[in-house]
């Protein structure tokens, strides 16, 4: 090897960058634990939109709003990205503005409707961004034999640090549950700063090996744009060129909005709908968070004997399996002689334990499929499917409220997990993985 191919051959990776970029799933977990799902969804559906209107639409509304912002930016800030060789300073840009604006949620009130929304819409943008930027790090550090399970580590870790958090904001909102406004205004600086120490790992101990494309060495930010969307450009020939991927980031993005209603109104559904109390929602999620570590572990494990296919096809079955529980609670519960509430309790150990391995073998797939030199673009472009799965999530909420019924609702998102099974049930994955026409 000569001293130039030395200069230019990337840093060994070490068991301490594994653990890094695993810890970002430790700290991003605190942002959509605490914000979307436990804590903030509910104040903002009691507190925030004023008496009388269509609640679960407004929140939708947000988290829409968020995820077309995101969809617009991921597949061009991925494709400036990997023109730069640049991906820590996207991570940790992304990782500032997430932080930013849920401290400054603190002081949205009561009625405050249209701060609360530009809010929600921002922190929750950013978060996908830096998602996808993390993640695009991932076939620089695994080999395809270790992806799945260093994959499955970082969503192992990701439900602790949700725990982590809520225990935290628990203390601090207190029993009285998401009611107490100051209460839950401080909790959301509080969840800024968690995310942004909890980062730091990740940031400091993840080696950038990215290097510029040839002839964009020094390359200015204008230079980078008009590449970018040069890249974009030409996303209808990469669809062909790698159409396993593409085929299976279409059948991603319909389970996945199952599994984002799940995640954006699961609070909201156990406080209105069952009555929960803080207290019952720091045990739901200490459920939820221990079955969701063990799934994406145990999984992770699983998938590397029968592959991410088969691995994301059970899990889907576990979903359906669950939701269909919840929608018929009452009559379960009335056969079982068992109070709904302890009922749900056992369900969400079902559904918990499909929550991260479904995430993360629907990732390692996306590393697996994912050219080397287009890795940053490519989770650009499964963080755009993802959005645009949210968006069709959150047609949950307005069913929700033109039915006037959140269990009806639930036969939307048990069609959602049938639908993504459906469609990824042909599709030849385990075939090699840069498949092209």
């Known amino acids: 090897?000569?001293?130039?191919?030395?200069?230019?051959?990337?840093?060994?990776?070490?068991?301490?960058?594994?653990?890094?970029?695993?810890?970002?799933?430790?700290?991003?977990?605190?942002?959509?634990?605490?914000?979307?799902?436990?804590?903030?969804?509910?104040?903002?559906?009691?507190?925030?939109?004023?008496?009388?209107?269509?609640?679960?639409?407004?929140?939708?509304?947000?988290?829409?709003?968020?995820?077309?912002?995101?969809?617009?930016?991921?597949?061009l800030v991925g494709a400036i990205c990997d023109k730069s060789g640049r991906k820590k300073v996207y991570l940790l840009g992304t990782t500032a503005a997430c932080?930013?604006?849920?401290?400054?949620?603190?002081?949205?009130?009561?009625?405050?409707?249209?701060?609360?929304?530009?809010?929600?819409?921002?922190?929750?943008?950013?978060?996908?961004?830096?998602?996808?930027?993390?993640?695009?790090?991932?076939?620089e550090l695994a080999t395809e034999k270790t992806m799945g399970k260093i994959s499955g580590l970082?969503?192992?870790?990701?439900?602790?640090?949700?725990?982590?958090?809520?225990?935290?904001?628990?203390?601090?909102?207190?029993?009285?549950?998401?009611?107490?406004?100051?209460?839950?205004?401080?909790?959301?600086?509080?969840?800024?700063?968690?995310f942004t120490a909890s980062s730091l790992p990740t940031l400091l101990l993840v080696r950038e090996r990215g290097r510029p494309a040839p002839g964009f060495e020094g390359a200015g930010l204008g230079r980078l744009l008009r590449a970018g969307l040069g890249e974009l450009k030409q996303t209808a020939g990469l669809a062909r060129q790698h159409w396993v991927l593409f085929r299976f980031l279409l059948a991603f993005m319909v389970y996945m909005a199952g599994l984002e209603a799940v995640i954006k109104f699961v609070g909201i559904y156990a406080r209105s709908e069952l009555q929960f109390g803080m207290g019952d929602l720091q045990t739901l999620f200490v459920i939820l968070q221990f079955s969701a570590a063990g799934g994406a572990f145990a999984f992770g494990l699983v998938e590397a004997r029968i592959g991410a296919k088969p691995t994301v096809l059970a899990t889907l079955g576990l979903w359906f399996v669950a939701v269909m529980a919840i929608y018929g609670l009452g009559a379960l519960s009335a056969a079982a002689g068992v109070e709904p509430k302890r009922l749900f309790f056992a369900v969400a150990l079902l559904a918990g334990t499909g929550i991260g391995a479904t995430q993360s073998s629907s990732r390692t797939v996306v590393g697996l499929l994912a050219p080397p030199e287009r890795s940053a673009q490519i989770f650009g472009f499964w963080g755009m499917f993802s959005r645009l799965g949210t968006i069709l999530g959150m047609s949950f909420g307005v069913a929700a409220d033109l039915l006037h019924s959140r269990r009806t609702a639930l036969l939307l998102v048990a069609s959602f997990f049938v639908a993504g099974a459906v469609l990824?049930?042909?599709?030849?994955?385990?075939?090699?993985?840069?498949?092209?026409?």
């Open 99 to 139: 932080s930013l604006a849920t401290a400054a949620l603190a002081l949205v009130g009561p009625g405050d409707l249209g701060a609360g929304v530009a809010l929600v819409a921002l922190s929750n943008a950013a978060f996908m961004l830096s998602e996808s930027f993390c993640a695009s790090f991932l076939p």
């Open 154 to 194: 970082g969503w192992g870790l990701g439900y602790f640090g949700g725990l982590a958090s809520l225990l935290l904001v628990g203390s601090i909102v207190g029993g009285e549950g998401p009611g107490e406004v100051g209460r839950t205004q401080r909790a959301m600086v509080v969840t800024a700063l968690f």
């Open 424 to 437: 990824l049930w042909p599709i030849p994955i385990d075939r090699p993985s840069r498949a092209r026409a």
């Open 1 to 75: 090897m000569s001293a130039a191919d030395a200069v230019a051959a990337p840093p060994p990776v070490r068991k301490r960058e594994i653990f890094g970029w695993a810890m970002f799933d430790f700290a991003n977990s605190s942002y959509t634990t605490v914000v979307i799902t436990a804590v903030y969804a509910e104040f903002f559906t009691e507190h925030v939109v004023p008496a009388g209107a269509a609640r679960d639409s407004y929140w939708s509304l947000a988290i829409v709003l968020s995820t077309v912002l995101a969809l617009g930016l991921s597949p």
